[in-house]
Each structure stands twice: as C-alpha cells, then as structure tokens.
C-alpha cells in the first residue's frame, strides 16, 4: 500500500510566523509531489509542486524536497488568517501512474 | 480562468437508487479524474480516463461505479445502486497531456444517500 502521511494538527501559529508543514511517502519511486489547500467544504486547489531535490519557492511558499529521506514539506512565510485551511500532500508514485495519493491533510490554524 | 464544473453540487438519494455525477473538464485537458472525500477523510482516487477508456482504478471502483465520456465536453460518473457507505463528496478533475501531472479539481458534487 502506497503511503502519504502527514501531521493531522491542527497547527497553530500566530500571524506573521512561519508555517511549517511536513509529508512523508513510502514509496522511494515517487516522481512529483504536490501541496493543494482546501478550505472546509471545498475543493483542493493547487499551491505548487515540485520534482527536484531542494527547495522551490512561489510568493510566500517554499516547498522542499528530500528524495532520499522521502520527505517533504511546505513552509509558508508571513502566514495570515487567510492561510488557515488544511493542507493537504499529494505524491505521483512514478510516471507510469496517472493518478496522485493524497495525504489526509494538516489543519493549519493562523490566528491574529 | 478555465475551471472545471460539476453538477449537480448536492444530491440526496435513497439507498438502492442510480446516481449520475457530471463534470464538464477544461476544454483542453485530455485526463480526467473521479475522487472521493468521505467527511473527515481523505481525498481518495477512484479513476482516471483517457482516450475514451479507464487508464486507472482503485479498488473501491467496483462494479457498482462506471464513468463515461458522452460527448466532447461531459464526463460521468454513475453510481448503479447507492449505499449509505456512498456518501461523500466527490470531485472531478482535469488535467493537460504533457508537462507537470497539475489536477484541477471542480468544486465538487455532495452525494447523500439515505
């Protein structure tokens, strides 16, 4: 069985800190990783992926990637109220494979 | 922005009884993609599609579940006979041929079953 798991929460920082969120997969074959947010009752949207080892940042996001420790997370700088949501890691375990595994998610609670 | 549409947004049903999902992807996206979000769960695949056929499925898209491509632009998912155990919210997706595997989700479809 192909795992993704993450932190459940809810994590809860204050406005204006980092936040910090972190996934591990069980299959070493994983070839893209992808972190969406949803808001309760919604549907996932999409805030980044990444393939490479390293880091890879857009705006206030920074996704990193650890292919050997099977590890990745989301760093969110200058969190605002509007962050709180649960954040959710979905892994593509090879090429082959169409379809993306999805972690069930870590509430982020960001409050004033 | 292009998005992906689902109808209808909530449906309540008797157990025993056929449901048809249906979701308009982006126009030019050529996978598709049926999920399932039990409340309080995780979103859970259930198939994918290309080039008219099922490229993928789990194991709880049993025989209970089919999908289907009617026409250019709609993508179904019926359930034959509901079970209370069917009640969740499902969610369609889209995505391009090429480049990054990037799911755009629809807001999704609240199945109820009674």
């Known amino acids: 069985q192909k795992e993704v798991e993450q932190n459940s929460g809810p994590l809860s920082v204050p406005e204006g800190a980092i936040a910090s969120l972190n996934c591990t997969y069980s299959d070493r074959g994983s070839q893209s990783f992808f972190w969406y947010r949803q808001y309760s009752g919604k549907s996932p949207e999409l805030i980044m992926f990444i393939y490479s080892n390293g880091d890879k940042e857009d705006g206030r996001f920074t996704a990193q990637l650890n292919k050997a420790s099977q590890y990745v997370s989301l760093l969110i700088r200058d969190s605002q109220p509007s962050d709180s949501a649960t954040y959710l890691c979905a892994v593509r375990l090879g090429f082959e494979y169409n379809k993306l595994i999805f972690g069930a998610g870590t509430r982020l609670a960001v409050h004033p | 922005e292009p998005e992906v549409t689902q109808t209808p947004s909530h449906q309540v049903t008797q157990m025993g009884q056929e449901v048809i999902l249906r979701c308009v992807p982006i126009s030019n996206h050529l996978y598709f993609y049926w999920y399932r979000q039990i409340l309080g769960q995780k979103v859970e695949f259930l198939v994918s599609?290309?080039?008219?056929?099922?490229?993928?499925k789990s194991e709880i898209f049993d025989d209970q579940f089919s999908v289907e491509r009617p026409d250019g632009s709609n993508f179904t998912l019926k359930i034959r006979s509901t079970k209370l155990e069917d009640s969740a919210m499902y969610f369609c997706a889209s995505r391009f041929d090429s480049g990054a595997n990037v799911l755009t989700f629809g807001a999704g479809s609240r199945l109820t079953v009674l």
């Open positions: 599609f290309y080039n008219n056929e099922i490229s993928e």
